[in-house]
């Protein structure tokens, strides 16, 4: 009798690495490959020059970030901004932990899901288009803000929302969690799943409503996912989002919302100077390490357990 032929079966460590190979190579392409125009930070980069006959400049645009007083001043500006619109998401960063909890907490299935698809298709939506719907609410003339509060006798002349540069920081903040917070607690409402539901019926017989069970085993059940994603979060101070900030900023409010990201493309792109923008490209990847090794830290100490 003929024998069946044996399946080859890889090991499971090599199945797990050829399912993260493809996100490996992805990361090396676009993440680690254009680590190469570092290079351009050490030269007086003209666009269209071959790199063999721009000035070797060594350090020079090093000495002159730190070393000119209003370079300087725009650098320390620009952190300010940075660190300032990232502490506001990291002091709210609980909403969207809570959010999930009480979208848990809807019983009426269709309602539920109702409101979870609502809150999670703003993030589809461009940051342009969400301009374009902040332009429709809070422009000048033709916003529908200004147009109610003057039909009803609040305002004489429209007031200019956009361009104010007034609680700016708060402003993108709250435009950040509408596009993102619908979809930032999907991963909070994984880990709700995951909780162990006996845990919730031995609660029920021992006397504890829906606020208790909420409160004693769904919010510990899911706090360490928070303290995870509030770590990665410490980790990325640095990464404020561009698009956003490009969109909205303007004459009277760069001051106040112009971020690492934006300074380094107003320099390189709008004001052609590849090389100096490089070298605060450089110098803030180096706070964004020391950042990373921070949270590692914080998360050793926090919950007993690295990232890395």
């Not at 003209?46 to 645009?61: K, S």
């Not at 990232?86 to 909403?95: E, G, L, N, Q, V």
């Not at 288009?129 to 429709?136: D, E, G, N, W």
């Not at 990373?292 to 007993?304: D, G, M, Q």
Request: hydrophobic residues 50%; positive net charge.
């Amino acid at each position: 009798m003929k024998q069946p032929k044996q399946r080859f079966m890889l090991e499971e460590k090599y199945r797990n690495f050829l399912i993260l190979l493809p996100f490996i190579v992805f990361v090396f392409i676009f993440s680690y490959m254009p680590l190469r125009g570092w290079i351009l930070a050490f030269f007086n980069y003209r666009p269209g020059v071959p790199l063999g006959r721009d000035n070797f400049v060594g350090l020079g645009n090093f000495r002159y970030l730190f070393g000119n007083k209003y370079a300087r001043l725009d650098l320390l500006r620009v952190l300010r901004n940075d660190l300032g619109m990232d502490m506001i998401a990291f002091i709210f960063s609980p909403i969207g932990m809570v959010f999930a909890v009480l979208l848990n907490e809807i019983k009426i299935l269709p309602y539920r899901k109702g409101v979870q698809i609502l809150t999670t298709i703003p993030n589809f939506i461009s940051w342009v288009l969400v301009y374009a719907i902040a332009y429709a609410l809070f422009s000048v003339d033709d916003g529908l803000v200004n147009k109610i509060l003057t039909s009803l006798g609040r305002i004489d002349n429209g007031i200019n929302w956009l361009y104010d540069p007034d609680h700016i920081w708060l402003k993108m903040w709250a435009w950040g969690t509408w596009k993102g917070l619908g979809y930032g607690s999907i991963i909070y409402i994984a880990a709700i799943t995951g909780i162990d539901q006996e845990l919730y019926e031995a609660a029920v017989v021992d006397g504890a409503g829906r606020f208790r069970c909420m409160w004693h085993i769904t919010i510990p059940g899911v706090l360490p996912t928070y303290f995870v994603l509030l770590i990665m979060q410490i980790a990325s101070l640095m990464g404020s989002n561009v698009e956003q900030l490009l969109l909205f900023s303007n004459a009277l409010n760069k001051e106040y919302i112009e971020s690492i990201g934006l300074y380094v493309y107003n320099q390189g792109i709008a004001g052609v100077r590849y090389s100096f923008s490089i070298c605060i490209n450089i110098i803030t990847s180096i706070v964004s390490i020391l950042l990373l090794f921070l949270a590692n830290n914080l998360s050793k100490l926090i919950r007993e357990e690295k990232l890395f």
